[in-house]
């Protein structure tokens, strides 16, 4: 058996398990949500899984109703796409007006110290160093709009936030055009657009969005590795994505993960054909880039101005380890501020060693069996990933004004209101029925093991496990994987298609010929 088919039958293993459990989280809230829901959206939701299944059965064949839309679509493709654009914009610019405000948790305090603003925690970046290009890149921000105010700053962050997951959207497009042809890249760019690109987190400036615009960049700069064969534009090309992996990791230390995955990839090629040694150095170069950039930022930001930063108050990985393993695997008050009593960085990490061993020893292995399924869906069965999950459910976000204009009042009623919820008052459920489909149309793509795909279901997988093994506990810690996640997806519709056309051909042919 040659290695990379090995590879697959055991990334499938792990995928399988996780994607499960997911679907089974995914499924179980959606009464909940029902329950919540207007007539008009759970109407909504019924027609867009039949539009789905529709597009999915008979866009390729010659059914009187599908040949009209599709000769229609494609006559006016243009006048759709900029209505598509025009739409899309004029919401999201909608959402950022209604929705710009405040928050108890972290975003706030990165944008009032970019500011030059008091804020409530007073060693925040001593104890969360990898917020400060984020702080950096917003104090930037603050200084060339000539110093606005917080409620102008917040939606100039915000209108950058439109502007990265738009990008984001075309880039991602584009890379799979070319990698997988139009049909992927269509419908993995829908299931982007729905899940994120409207999604109202684009009121939130935060560190999620730039984490997903990276992933989407070296998402793309890794296939056009992969399609490159002269050398030595692939060597360049390696170089920017060894430096753009270690911006991820700046922006969120998880995105290492399509490193691992890259590096694996990058093993099981070897060992299936002759690499030569300058391929080999490239591969070593792409590794060792990161490791040499992220510590001289590291070094380099220890020494800012413009907040304080104490490099041995940093939280050590064992303490988000220890956290992930408390309750229900997300953020611990009670952690958090035993870690910040303890000044010794030694002796803060030696702490949080006891506590998993502690935590893990209460457990045993059937307990701990049962914390990871449940752990599982917390982290990845909410399509609105983690709205209201932090701060406390009002603390999440607070509008700098409540509007008296009836359309932005509904969306600040919606989204923000008392009654609201996590759920967007009821009105989640278009997205989560999505999410469900997403997450079975993951599964399609078990049997594909090209590298390409491979790539996507380590990513996936990594991220995932990532999320059980350190701080996890909602579905907003996804959003930094979506571009993998709806890439799989996009491949694992097309082939539920095939799949059905090609036992339709067999029933109307082969069978009738038996006949």
């Known amino acids: 058996m040659k290695l990379i088919r090995l590879s697959n039958l055991i990334i499938n293993f792990f995928l399988v398990i996780l994607v499960v459990v997911s679907i089974i989280g995914a499924i179980v809230v959606l009464p909940t949500i029902i329950g919540r829901s207007s007539k008009l959206i759970v109407l909504i939701s019924i027609v ?34 900029v209505l598509f654009f025009l739409v899309t914009i004029l919401w999201q610019f909608m959402i950022v007006m209604s929705l710009a405000g405040s928050t108890t948790w972290d975003p706030s305090i990165i944008v009032r110290a970019a500011a030059g603003h008091s804020y409530w925690v007073k060693d925040y970046f001593s104890f969360y160093p990898n917020t400060l290009l984020l702080l950096f890149f917003e104090h930037f921000v603050y200084i060339v709009a000539g110093h606005p105010r917080l409620i102008t700053l917040t939606k100039i962050l915000n209108i950058i936030n439109l502007l990265l997951l738009d990008t984001s959207l075309l880039i991602l ?39 997903l615009f990276f992933s989407t960049i070296t998402l793309a700069m890794g296939y056009r590795v992969i399609r490159t064969s002269n050398f030595g534009k692939k060597g360049y090309l390696c170089l920017g994505l060894g430096t753009l992996l270690a911006i991820s990791y700046l922006v969120k230390p998880s995105l290492m993960v399509y490193m691992v995955a890259w590096i694996l990839m990058g093993f099981v090629e070897m060992t299936n054909r002759k690499i030569s040694k300058k391929h080999f150095f490239i591969l070593i170069i792409f590794v060792i880039l990161p490791l040499i950039i992220i510590p001289v930022f590291n070094s380099a930001a220890s020494h800012t101005s413009l907040v304080k930063v104490e490099k041995e108050r940093a939280m050590t990985l064992t303490h988000y380890m220890a956290m992930g393993l408390a309750q229900g695997g997300g953020y611990n008050e009670q952690d958090v501020l035993l870690n910040e009593k303890i000044k010794d ?41 983690g709205w209201r999950n932090d701060g406390g459910e009002v603390g999440f976000l607070i509008p700098y004004s409540n509007s008296k204009n009836p359309l932005i009042a509904k969306i600040q009623k919606t989204y923000v209101s008392d009654t609201s919820g996590k759920d967007w008052s009821g009105n989640s459920l278009i997205v989560q029925s999505l999410w469900i489909v997403v997450l079975l149309c993951i599964l399609a793509t078990l049997p594909n093991s090209q590298i390409e795909v491979q790539l996507l279901k380590y990513v996936v997988s ?20 979506l571009p993998f996640i709806t890439t799989l997806a996009g491949i694992g519709f097309v082939n539920i298609v095939e799949i059905f056309k090609n036992n339709i051909y067999y029933i109307r042919n082969v069978r009738k010929d038996e006949c």
């Open 173 to 211: 497009f584009s890379s799979l055009k070319k990698t997988f042809g139009k049909k992927i890249s269509v419908v993995s760019a829908f299931f982007f657009w729905t899940l994120i690109v409207i999604s109202p987190l684009i009121a939130i400036p935060y560190s999620d969005i730039w984490a």
């Open 48 to 81: 867009l899984i039949m539009l789905i299944a529709f597009i999915g059965t008979y866009w390729g064949k010659s059914v009187y109703l599908a040949k009209k839309i599709r000769k229609f679509i494609v006559l006016n493709k243009r006048v759709f796409l």
């Open 345 to 385: 960085q030694s002796k803060r990490n030696q702490m949080n060693i006891n506590l998993i061993k502690e935590r893990l020893h209460e457990k045993q292995v059937l307990g701990y069996t049962k914390f990871l399924f449940n752990k599982q869906i917390s982290n990845t069965s909410d399509a609105t990933f």
């Open 462 to 481: 990594g991220g995932m496990i990532f999320l059980l093994l350190f701080e996890g506990g909602r579905s907003r810690y996804l959003i930094q994987f």
